[in-house]
C-alpha cells in the first residue's frame, strides 16, 4: 500500500474542505452584514420619522391651545406681513420667541429632511410642516372657520410634511408627484396631522384611494373632513 500518496491525498481533501467552509464562512458574513445594515437604516428612518411625528403633535397641541385662547378660531395669514403667520402666531404656544434674525426652530424641522443647508432654515418661516389652507386664513382661501366649524376632525388634516414655498401652506396639488423625495421622505410617505390630534404616514396610494387628491375633496373634505 502506498501511504504516502494516501496521506497526500488525505492532506489535499482537508485543504480543499477547509477552503470551502472558509468561503462559506465569508458568504454568511456577508449575508448577515447586509442583512444589519437594512435592519439598522430602518431603525435609524423609523427614529427620524418618530421625531417628525413628535413635531406634528406638538404643532397639533398648539393649535388647540390656541383654539381655547381664540374662541375656537385658528391661526391665520392674511397678508406678507413678517408679523402675520402661523409660526409667529403660534409662538407662545410651542415655546420660543419670535425675531426677524432667527433661523428655523428645530421642532420646525423634519429629522428625514435631507436638504439642510443652512440657507434652507434661515428664517423662523422656514420649516419643513405646511398647515392646511383650507382651514386657517390665508389670503385667498379666508374663510373665518372656528374649531366647530370642523364636522369630520378624524378625517380633517391640518398639518403634513412640506417644502419649497415660504408661506408652509399645503393643499391637494402638494402631493400630485410621488416622485418628489424631499416631501415623500418617510420610505416613500408622508405625515399627516388630523384635527383630532392622530399623526398618521401614507404613501402616495393612501392618499390617492382616500380621495385627498380630488378637487372636491380638496375644497371640502380637507376643510370639514372626509366621511369615511
Not at 448577515?32 to 421625531?51: E, F, H, I, N, Y
Request: net charge negative; glycine share 8%; hydrophobic share 35%.
Amino acid at each position: 500500500m502506498n501511504t504516502h500518496h494516501t496521506h497526500t491525498k488525505d492532506r489535499s481533501c482537508k485543504s480543499a474542505f477547509t477552503l470551502i467552509e472558509m468561503l462559506v464562512v465569508i458568504a454568511i458574513i456577508g449575508f448577515l452584514s447586509s442583512m444589519v445594515s437594512v435592519a439598522v437604516q430602518k431603525g435609524l428612518d423609523s427614529g427620524k420619522s418618530m421625531g417628525c411625528r413628535s413635531n406634528i403633535k406638538q404643532m397639533l397641541v398648539a393649535v388647540m391651545a390656541y383654539n381655547v385662547d381664540h374662541r375656537g378660531a385658528f391661526p391665520s395669514m392674511k397678508s406678507n406681513s413678517y408679523w402675520d403667520t402661523w409660526q409667529i402666531q403660534l409662538e407662545e404656544y410651542l415655546g420660543f420667541e419670535a425675531t426677524p434674525e432667527m433661523s428655523t426652530p428645530r421642532f420646525l424641522r423634519c429629522p428625514a429632511q435631507t436638504y439642510n443647508s443652512d440657507a434652507f432654515y434661515d428664517s423662523i418661516l422656514k420649516g419643513d410642516y405646511g398647515i392646511n389652507r383650507r382651514i386657517v386664513n390665508i389670503f385667498e382661501t379666508y374663510t373665518d372657520l372656528k374649531i366647530h366649524d370642523i364636522n369630520y376632525p378624524t378625517t380633517t388634516i391640518l398639518f403634513a410634511d412640506e417644502l419649497g414655498n415660504w408661506q408652509r401652506d399645503i393643499f391637494n396639488s402638494d402631493f400630485d408627484d410621488p416622485t418628489e423625495s424631499r416631501r415623500w421622505r418617510h420610505n416613500g410617505s408622508i405625515n399627516f396631522g388630523f384635527m383630532d390630534g392622530h399623526i398618521e404616514g401614507m404613501k402616495f396610494k393612501d392618499i390617492e384611494t382616500r380621495g385627498y387628491l380630488n378637487i372636491d375633496n380638496w375644497r371640502y373634505g380637507w376643510r370639514d373632513g372626509i366621511n369615511n
